[in-house]
């Protein structure tokens, strides 16, 4: 391996801002999540890196608190959108409205025009809405009527869905998985922390507790700071090696796109800079590889039926592919 070295293309000062952005959004955010910095510091990494998270566990698990929790600590504009299956694709992205006052049509904006969406239990609305955000999350745009409309930026989807089996509860399509960046679960709090929740008093799940550390200009600049950050060939080959290795797994019937293994590059990115590090080492990889691409990552009925889980396909591919090794001097 002929490059693990420092680039150029970021500096350490770049860096190391970067650094304490992260931990002072994390520590916001705790404020109000507690004992899941692990969880948070990934949503974090995901934001960073232009991508969007998909947040799936149990009600009454803390989802809705640590996407709300984010929003605040992001500042900027949030806008939060409750999905049921009553609720319209127009419901989500707007629509032309006529003006009776001077007889002209103009678009009227849905909530997805902000810097943070949340998207609250996401599979309770119908494919049809699901499928509405497709467009404005990986283009940033919305198309009516012919005309294309921006959303702000940064802009970033914090989608929370339940466990599938629970009743009235749709299966997020494969192409709409594949524009979620990271899926995370936040699972109950260990013996300390819900005794922390539970005590009279307590901030953890208050919104209102949660300060504003930072603003849309400032996330957009280390956002940039983040593309720019080095990942040596040997790396990016690892990354695909994993893919493919995904891909031929006797279990999967749809492995992880190419855009996928693009997101896992650009989360490492973000993951390495949030660790103080102006590029990237196996070991973001290994880390990341999982969160990024266990979601992409469907099986057969046969696997599925088995017991398996893309979880494990995806470990068992870091496994069977070795990491690119430093040249000795």
Request: glycine share 6%; with cysteine.
């Amino acid at each position: 391996m002929t490059t693990l070295a420092t680039s150029t293309a970021t500096t350490e000062q770049e860096v190391a801002e970067l650094r304490r952005v992260h931990q002072r959004l994390g520590d916001a955010v705790e404020v109000a999540v507690r004992g899941k910095r692990g969880v948070v510091d990934l949503v974090l990494t995901s934001v960073l890196a232009r991508g969007h998270v998909l947040v799936e566990d149990l009600p009454g698990t803390g989802k809705t608190t640590m996407a709300r929790s984010l929003a605040k600590a992001l500042g900027g504009k949030m806008h939060r959108v409750q999905f049921t299956p009553d609720l319209l694709p127009s419901d989500v992205t707007g629509t032309s409205v006529f003006d009776p006052r001077d007889g002209q049509v103009r678009f009227r904006p849905g909530p997805v025009f902000a810097h943070v969406v949340l998207a609250d239990e996401i599979n309770r609305a119908a494919a049809k809405t699901q499928s509405a955000l497709l467009e404005v999350m990986e283009e940033h745009t919305v198309s009516v009527d012919g005309t294309a409309h921006r959303v702000p930026e940064p802009f970033t989807v914090v989608a929370t869905q339940n466990p599938v089996d629970l009743d009235g509860t749709y299966r997020l399509p494969e192409a709409q998985l594949d524009r979620f960046m990271v899926r995370v679960s936040l699972g109950f709090p260990d013996r300390e922390h819900e005794l922390d929740v539970l005590r009279p008093g307590s901030t953890a799940g208050s919104i209102d507790d949660v300060p504003t550390v930072s603003d849309p200009a400032e996330i957009a600049r280390l956002a940039a700071i983040v593309e720019r950050l080095h990942v040596a060939d040997p790396i990016l080959a690892y990354v695909r090696e994993v893919g493919v290795a995904i891909r031929e797994d006797r279990r999967v019937r749809l492995g992880a796109s190419t855009r996928g293994l693009r997101a896992l590059v650009r989360a490492v990115q973000a993951y390495a800079a949030s660790c103080g590090r102006h590029y990237v080492i196996p070991d973001d990889v290994r880390r990341l590889a999982e969160p990024v691409l266990a979601h992409r990552t469907v099986l057969t009925r046969e696997a599925l039926l088995e017991g398996h889980a893309g979880a494990a396909v995806v470990r068992q591919a870091l496994e069977d592919v070795a990491p690119p090794q430093p040249d000795r001097p």
